[in-house]
């Protein structure tokens, strides 16, 4: 299959390069060109614009930070939706696996249709490990027929693919996924965070918690690399935090309460503000340790 990608950061790089291994032929395009080089060098087909992309795709990928830059890509000047128009490629597959609100991905969806691109809103879980491994959980919202024609990529991205529903199922289901990861980072760095301050070593907590009700592959994972003080991102906390706010947003135009949520998104906007955002998400228990006036180990 012809796949072009577009964006080529901490998730789209191994993404891309997981397409090639899987047999693909890929076509790329970055904001920065060097950005480009590893991919070209792995045999992929570098490209001068979107437009330039959608030109040798059957299925054009997209994984950029925001609504804004996804409407730019597929939609702006020299976009995916330009490249498909200028050579006729009625029924182009366009599939965004950013992060954005589940109103951005179905009005994107409506116009991109209007110029006769087929949308699939297909968010990931994972984080930078699965990217590499692909192994990350896609959740994809869309018709039945386009996700079938970009299920082949799928499979080469991730373990887990599901077809959540229609247009903005995937992003309502990614905002789900943020959730409950946004809490349980937060309730593991909590309680590290306690143990620490009342003399018990967060290491056995952690060990004893592994094999009750408290298990989950966050404190497995994440719990682990606050132990280790390991910051360096795999999800930047500054990208928790716009996906936290697409989910109090979403929250505020369907007038649902979320109040875990909410507590959530204040303690990631504290830790943005803290200028702790470049650093991974689990960041935040340095937070709540200086919140709590205590002497951390060194980061």
Not at 138 to 157: E, H, N, R
Not at 169 to 191: D, F, P, S, W, Y
Request: glycine fraction near 12%; hydrophobic fraction near 50%.
């Amino acid at each position: 299959m012809e796949i072009g990608f577009i964006g080529l950061g901490i998730m789209g790089q191994p993404m891309a390069l997981n397409l090639l291994k899987g047999g693909h032929t890929v076509h790329v395009w970055a904001r920065r060109t060097e950005s480009m080089a590893p991919l070209v060098q792995a045999g992929a087909k570098a490209c001068t614009s979107p437009a330039a992309v959608a030109g040798q795709a059957d299925v054009v990928i997209s994984m950029v930070a925001d609504a804004p830059d996804v409407e730019q890509v597929m939609l702006g000047k020299a976009s995916v939706a330009e490249g498909a128009e200028r050579l006729g490629k009625l029924g182009l597959v366009a599939v965004d696996m950013s992060t954005i609100a589940p109103a951005a991905a179905r009005a994107i969806a409506e116009k991109l249709k209007a110029r006769g691109v087929d949308f699939i809103d297909a968010p990931v879980s994972g984080g930078e490990v699965g990217a590499i491994a692909g192994t990350l959980s896609i959740m994809a919202g869309g018709s039945a027929d386009t996700f079938a024609k970009a299920l082949p990529a799928f499979q080469c991205l991730g373990k887990n693919v599901v077809h959540v529903g229609t247009s903005g199922a995937g992003q309502v289901a990614k905002a789900c996924n943020q959730i409950v990861t946004g809490m349980g980072v937060l309730a593991v760095a909590e309680a590290f965070n306690f143990a620490r301050q009342a003399d018990v070593d967060p290491a056995k907590v952690r060990e004893a918690l592994l094999g009750g009700f408290a298990y989950s592959r966050i404190l497995e994972n994440h719990g682990q690399r606050m132990l280790d003080r390991n910051f360096k991102p795999g999800f930047k906390a500054w990208m928790h935090q716009k996906d936290l706010n697409i989910v109090m947003q979403t929250a505020h135009q369907r007038g649902l309460c979320l109040p875990g949520s909410a507590a959530t998104a204040q303690m990631f906007n504290a830790l943005v503000g803290s200028g702790l955002g470049e650093e991974d998400s689990v960041a935040v228990l340095k937070l709540l340790e200086r919140l709590s006036g205590a002497d951390t180990p060194a980061a």
